[in-house]
């Protein structure tokens, strides 16, 4: 029923910024959470960040905290995620995901809807 569309991926060198958009379709984001996650080559899928949308909570993997900025456009049914001082450790898939709920969780088994990824590569 709910369909996430994500773009803004590229390549980029270490140290350069890109903003990711997940885009909503078919319902509002009014009561759930959204979250970004990543997968590298051979690795797991891992938590990013996430943002309750309707009360702003946010929640960040460790690693991003102080260089990704997580938010969200009501008008637009819309999560961003800045990226800023990316390091070739942030080279990933990055998928938009969502569930019914408030809280900002980071397990990815709890999240119902999945967008279809976009790649994101910082060379060194």
């Known amino acids: 029923q709910v369909q996430l569309v994500e773009s803004g991926g590229g390549c980029v060198q270490a140290g350069g910024s890109l903003r990711l958009s997940c885009a909503a379709s078919?319902?509002?984001?009014?009561?759930?959470?959204v979250g970004w996650f990543r997968q590298a080559p051979g690795k797991e899928r891992e938590f990013v960040a996430a943002?309750?949308?309707?009360?702003?909570?946010?929640n960040y993997l460790d690693s991003v905290k102080g260089r990704f900025t997580i938010s969200r456009d009501n008008a637009k049914n819309t999560v961003y995620l800045q990226m800023d001082s990316l390091t070739p450790d942030d080279t990933a898939v990055y998928y938009c995901?969502?569930?019914?709920?408030?809280?900002?969780?980071?397990?990815?088994?709890?999240?119902?809807?999945w967008g279809q990824g976009t790649q994101v590569t910082v060379s060194s």
């Open positions: 078919g319902r509002t984001f009014s009561s759930y959470t």
């Open positions: 943002i309750s949308w309707s009360n702003g909570n946010t």
């Open positions: 995901a969502a569930r019914a709920g408030r809280i900002a969780t980071m397990a990815a088994k709890v999240y119902d809807y």
